[in-house]
């Protein structure tokens, strides 16, 4: 057969390229050369680079509290994420097959509700009886472990869907060991996969998310960029930068680990 | 693990008394069986219904009452005049980003799936998709104000060689502006939603195409676009909800004003106490749930068809 030469595709491709990375290139360039955009030329193009914005925000106090509290946030909803998941997708594979139907749906809703309403309806339903959850920084958890609930959902059930659940639960207890054991030493450290991609993806929300926090004024590492973006451009491009890099190596991070939990999985069943 | 046999040990004595009173004991213990079924399920029932049934009821609920010195719903306001202008500028904007986004990533699933060398290609762009559409927020929208802004790199090249955007009306923060950067995360979420079903285009089905006599367009035409077709549309109406519900980025290009309904919610719940017309606020909230139940629902069918091609 002739070897075709593809040439719309290759069109696409390049388009594709261009697209995607030049924005970035642009921001590295914003974020670390001192070369106002009027002076940039042929002789600029390669003067006065400096990491000099970086390390500015770095050593900002606002920036450092900000992380902080993002950091304390993901980790938290993290938490509390897996705390409510994994009993629930357990039992409803251990238990109530027939309830699927149910759970999942109720999974997917956060897709209908939108950030901006569901903030809205919250500080509508609670402002007054239960004002902590829109005052207190930490009320943002909740609503974070809203927003993941679709992905949560799915990640656990394929984790959970991977193992001979039955089996091992059934094996586990016929050994004598409580439900709180077979949970702690039979199902986490086989699910392993499954619960990092889930906090990971959980954390990588939490990091990037601004519409909540914005309704309700939370100094969140989003807010504080914005804030930023006014103050110190470069700095504020520079943060930017880092977050795309660090939410990159966050997802190739999942993906490695959802690949390595597959094969894990393959292994125990040749034995 | 023994108190999940519960069950086995009901129908013994449900069945052993015969007599009147044992009717109402086995109630009692077909509700306690139904409750230790349900009871490890409690958890997550409850937190949706507080944190997601709850406020809804509630924003419908606000949504529903008149705003101050009228007698029209803040729903039925919502529709009116220049809010009904905003929806109708959000609605286009979601729209045109979901129709070019489509077309775009379908060309794109289709050259890097018929493209075998280099063989990373592909692995690169749906490696390179998972991310890209979930970019979005803050960072990408500064990552395109260093590009397209009126001192982005970009324009500045542009104007170099003698097209002077900002001259002719473009901002980043207009209606194209916006698209443009939307096409960052929507084109990658096609890539990602097409391309399972353009695996399930199976070669056997063109060969037979052209054995009978087809052109590569008459194939297209006839086989390829109909089977792609409920991938393609529901993929478009799920990229519709996707830039409609989007905030942050919309926020960040504009720094804060802007015509989007979302960024418009921001404005009238904070000017809540003052101009009493709050419940404008959760009206258009509430209108924004009712267009993303039905873009979901309609993308939600347009899945089961497109799943009968790809599975087998």
Known sequence: MKRRPHIWEWTVISIALVFFFFPLLAMTRFALQRV?????????LFSRWTIDGVVDIINNDKFVSSLWLSTRLGVLTALVLIALMLPTVLWLHLRVPQWRMLIET???LPYVVPPIALVVGVSGAFRESFPWIVTSNYGLVPLYVVLCLPFAFRTLDAGVGALDLRTLVDASSSLGATTLTTLRKVLVPNLWG????????????VL???????LLLKPTLPMYMVEAQGQEPQGAMALGLLMMMFTTGLFFGIGRLQKRSTTRLALTEDK | MTEFDFPGLVT????EGVQKGSAGNSRALFSLTLFRTVAPLLPYFIFISVFLGIPTVVLFQKASQPIDGSTTSALSMAMQDQYRASFEYSIKLAATSALIGAIFGTLLALAITRIDRPRQLRNFFTGFSGVAANMGGIPLAFAFIATLGAQGLLTRILFHWGIDLYGSGFKIYNFWGIVIVYLYFQIPLMVLIMLPSIDGLRSTWREAASNLGASPAHY????????LAPSLMGGAVLLFANAFSAYATAYALASGAGRLIPVQIRFYLQGNTITGMGNLGYAMAAWMIIIEA???IIYLVLRRRSERWIKR
């Open chain 1, 106 to 108: 109720l999974s997917l």
């Open chain 2, 294 to 296: 039905i873009a979901i």
């Open chain 1, 194 to 205: 499954a619960l990092a991609s889930t906090s990971f993806l959980g954390f990588a929300v």
């Open chain 1, 36 to 44: 106002p955009m009027a002076l940039l030329g042929r002789d600029t």
């Open chain 2, 12 to 15: 013994p004595t449900a069945g």
């Open chain 1, 208 to 214: 990037g998310e601004f519409a909540i926090s914005s």
């Open chain 2, 220 to 227: 297209w035409r006839k086989i390829g676009l109909p089977l």
